[in-house]
């Protein structure tokens, strides 16, 4: 099969960020493996050779653990792909895919053993107190805003020159920290969720049966007993509440969306004794099979208590349901619509007008729908919707499928949209004189300022190229002054490294924006710089300087990560460079025993800062399915290390 249209690429982390593993799961590697290579060829192979849309590369599976692969397929992103498999095929498919064998090239070539290396916990000492924090970083987004500004950082612009490593710890997959009162918590893919002290890295506790990859919600509330409660989404589509002093689980939510491909990936936010829960999807990647007739998921936003996880209400993005219309795929079936909408980023909140706000997806049918590529505000109190600005019609998009909307499984729709949807929350922000306005930044690399009240576009200005994979693709930040935009540009640097020279192909890099007008203020490149990053099926130089991940804010600086494995301080004022380092420049010895550990890129969710230090994940397997590793490490950054 030919490479595939890079245009089309669709920007959907879940087909690598929700491939989760379960620690029950003991999966054999085969000594004879015929049977797993069938199967892959048979079931599999179209898709990641070479990768499709966002499907992970061959390369890239086989630095999976088995479990890994197995749990994808049985409860996971593959779930509506192996329809049909026994588990003794699904174990066939993934021994086959991990094999050591001398004569997998591709093995061989990602030398994957200092990522497979087994973790050993170090544990706490006993005893240790979770207490509130005057620099905290509590919640995906930091506040209810998502405005990402840590005002009380315990660094300093001059500080942040001195920034050196402290302690790493590995993880398999592990989404954005959060850190409360000196400790640091993060969700792991292999279904391990951590208490972690943040000074030393030592665990203080550990649940090994939480599958998630999802940034967890720390806060302090009298519904647990030790007065602190930690909230993640779960890959089996529930939300769970666990004390945050001891790990024990308080409760599990009801499965809050019973869709073969619906999943958990934006953060809980929480106000009041509510937590605001947002509902995504892979359908369109499911919808690249014939036998899947496309399409009837609908992003929603859903209301929890906090107290009980009970639900309180949940409303649909697009609010009509979906129909036929009138068209089969090539299997036959049926074809559905309206579909889409999905909610990829932590929804924001605003209590003074009784609103929630969230940014959706793009549309997955032809049917027309004012639900997709929309920032859309909710009632607290009822889920009623009380506005949606569309900025993006039409938008409608599948993976597998070619500009003309043509593939072999018919659920491709006609025409096919840009794929210019939303991944990153929108920011509610404080102008001058207390007037607010809602910022939001969208894929086609255009930012917008809406007015709270009724969703009116105020000004909108394109920051960068955009493109499928970014322009803006997972996040903004904002002080008490600027917007703060990360432009990622990824699929013209593809055609850059693939030697493409055309003018104006990529502008990845971070621009400051005027909040009130929309006017760039400065605009800082993302720099090509030197990485250890391995090729991949995309990435054919190795190194993609994509600046996808959401940024970090302190008083005078910008903290941003580049998918090419750089993480950087900015000087708010003027966009220089102030200080800078590779993760890929060494290898790490973790604080849980891994000797060799690979960093790479930044991508997804960005740093959380608190009290005096810097936590974020490297290796991420994010937006453009480059810049991973097989396994993640996270970094805590002090000032000298100390």
């Known amino acids: 099969?030919?490479?595939?249209?890079?245009?089309?690429?669709?920007?959907?982390?879940?087909?690598?960020?929700?491939?989760?593993?379960?620690?029950?799961?003991?999966?054999?590697?085969?000594?004879?493996?015929?049977?797993?290579?069938?199967?892959?060829?048979?079931?599999?192979?179209?898709?990641?050779?070479?990768?499709?849309?966002?499907?992970?590369?061959?390369?890239?599976?086989?630095?999976?653990?088995?479990?890994?692969?197995?749990?994808?397929?049985?409860?996971?992103?593959?779930?509506?792909?192996?329809?049909?498999?026994?588990?003794?095929?699904?174990?066939?498919?993934?021994?086959?895919?991990?094999?050591?064998?001398?004569?997998?090239?591709?093995?061989?070539?990602?030398?994957?053993?200092?990522?497979?290396?087994?973790?050993?916990?170090?544990?706490?000492?006993?005893?240790?107190?979770?207490?509130a924090s005057n620099s905290s970083w509590p919640l995906s987004g930091l506040d209810g805003a998502s405005s990402r500004f840590q005002t009380q950082p315990g660094l300093t612009v001059k500080s942040l020159p001195r920034l050196k490593v402290k302690w790493s710890f590995s993880m398999e997959g592990g989404g954005q920290p959060v850190a409360v009162g000196g400790w640091v918590?993060?969700?792991?893919?292999?279904?391990?969720?951590?208490?972690?002290?943040?000074?030393?890295?030592?665990?203080?506790?550990?649940?090994?049966?939480?599958?998630s990859r999802n940034t967890p919600l720390v806060l302090k509330t009298t519904a647990s007993p030790s007065g602190w409660m930690v909230v993640i989404g779960q890959l089996d589509k529930r939300v769970r509440a666990f004390d945050?002093?001891?790990?024990?689980?308080?409760?599990?939510?009801?499965?809050?969306?019973?869709?073969?491909?619906?999943?958990?990936?934006?953060?809980?936010?929480?106000?009041?004794?509510?937590?605001?829960?947002?509902?995504?999807?892979?359908?369109?990647?499911?919808?690249?099979?014939?036998?899947?007739?496309?399409?009837?998921?609908?992003?929603?936003?859903?209301?929890?208590?906090?107290?009980?996880?009970?639900?309180?209400?949940?409303t649909y993005a697009i609010e009509e349901a979906p129909r036929d219309y009138g068209r089969v795929n090539a299997s036959g079936m049926g074809l559905k619509g309206p579909a889409g909408g999905a909610i990829w980023s932590a929804p924001t909140v605003d209590p003074t007008r009784g609103l929630v706000y969230v940014a959706t997806g793009d549309s997955y049918t032809d049917i027309d729908?004012?639900?997709?590529?929309?920032?859309?505000?909710?009632?607290?109190?009822?889920?009623?919707?009380?506005?949606?600005?569309?900025?993006?019609?039409?938008?409608?998009?599948?993976?597998?499928?070619?500009?003309?909307?043509?593939?072999?499984?018919?659920?491709?729709?006609?025409?096919?949209?840009?794929?210019?949807?939303?991944?990153?929350?929108?920011?509610?922000?404080?102008?001058?004189?207390?007037?607010?306005?809602?910022?939001?930044?969208?894929?086609?690399?255009?930012?917008?300022?809406?007015?709270?009240?009724?969703?009116?576009?105020?000004?909108?200005?394109?920051?960068?190229?955009?493109?499928?994979?970014?322009?803006?693709?997972?996040?903004?930040?904002?002080?008490?002054?600027?917007?703060?935009?990360?432009?990622?540009?990824?699929?013209?640097l593809f055609r850059e490294a693939s030697g493409d020279k055309s003018p104006d192909l990529a502008k990845p890099g971070l621009s400051a924006l005027d909040p009130a007008t929309g006017k760039i203020k400065w605009y800082t490149p993302a720099p090509v710089a030197p990485c250890g990053l391995h090729k991949t099926s995309y990435d054919l130089k190795g190194c993609i300087r994509a600046q996808s991940a959401a940024p970090s804010v302190i008083p005078g600086a910008i903290l941003s990560g580049t998918t090419d494995g750089w993480l950087r301080a900015y000087e708010a004022k003027t966009g220089k460079i102030i200080w800078e380092y590779s993760s890929t420049a060494q290898t790490f010895a973790t604080v849980n025993g891994v000797p060799r550990q690979l960093g790479g890129g930044f991508d997804g969710m960005g740093p959380a800062i608190a009290d005096g230090m810097v936590f974020v994940m490297s290796g991420f397997n994010g937006a453009s399915r480059v810049a991973g590793n097989g396994r993640n490490v996270l970094l805590a950054f002090s000032v000298d290390g100390k």
Not at 11 to 20: G, N, P, T
Not at 43 to 71: F, W
Not at 270 to 281: A, E, K, Q, R
Request: charged share 20%; proline share 5%; aromatic share 6%.
């Open 1 to 131: 099969m030919s490479r595939p249209d890079l245009s089309v690429v669709r920007a959907l982390a879940l087909m690598v960020a929700l491939v989760l593993p379960v620690r029950a799961f003991a999966v054999p590697v085969p000594d004879q493996l015929p049977a797993g290579k069938a199967l892959y060829d048979g079931r599999c192979k179209s898709c990641h050779e070479p990768a499709q849309g966002r499907a992970p590369g061959r390369e890239q599976l086989a630095q999976r653990n088995a479990a890994d692969i197995v749990v994808a397929m049985k409860s996971g992103a593959m779930k509506a792909m192996s329809q049909g498999l026994s588990d003794s095929d699904m174990q066939d498919i993934a021994g086959y895919l991990t094999s050591p064998s001398k004569s997998d090239s591709l093995t061989s070539m990602l030398n994957p053993p200092a990522s497979k290396s087994a973790t050993i916990d170090k544990q706490c000492p006993a005893g240790k107190s979770l207490k």
């Open 185 to 211: 918590f993060a969700t792991n893919r292999n279904g391990s969720f951590y208490a972690l002290d943040g000074k030393s890295g030592c665990v203080i506790w550990s649940v090994s049966d939480a599958q």
């Open 369 to 492: 729908t004012e639900g997709s590529d929309a920032i859309i505000a909710f009632e607290m109190a009822s889920g009623k919707i009380r506005w949606t600005e569309q900025v993006t019609a039409k938008d409608n998009f599948v993976m597998g499928c070619d500009r003309k909307g043509a593939a072999s499984t018919g659920n491709c729709p006609s025409p096919m949209g840009p794929d210019h949807d939303f991944g990153a929350s929108p920011i509610l922000f404080t102008l001058p004189g207390g007037k607010q306005i809602l910022l939001a930044g969208q894929k086609s690399g255009m930012a917008y300022g809406l007015s709270p009240d009724d969703g009116k576009q105020l000004w909108n200005t394109q920051v960068g190229v955009g493109g499928a994979l970014g322009g803006i693709e997972w996040g903004m930040a904002a002080d008490r002054a600027q917007l703060y935009v990360t432009m990622a540009d990824t699929i013209g």
């Open 244 to 314: 945050a002093q001891d790990g024990k689980t308080l409760w599990r939510s009801p499965v809050l969306d019973d869709h073969v491909a619906a999943s958990l990936t934006g953060a809980t936010t929480v106000s009041g004794d509510t937590l605001y829960v947002p509902v995504s999807s892979y359908e369109e990647a499911v919808s690249m099979s014939k036998a899947y007739a496309c399409c009837t998921f609908r992003g929603s936003l859903v209301a929890l208590d906090l107290r009980t996880g009970v639900q309180k209400w949940k």
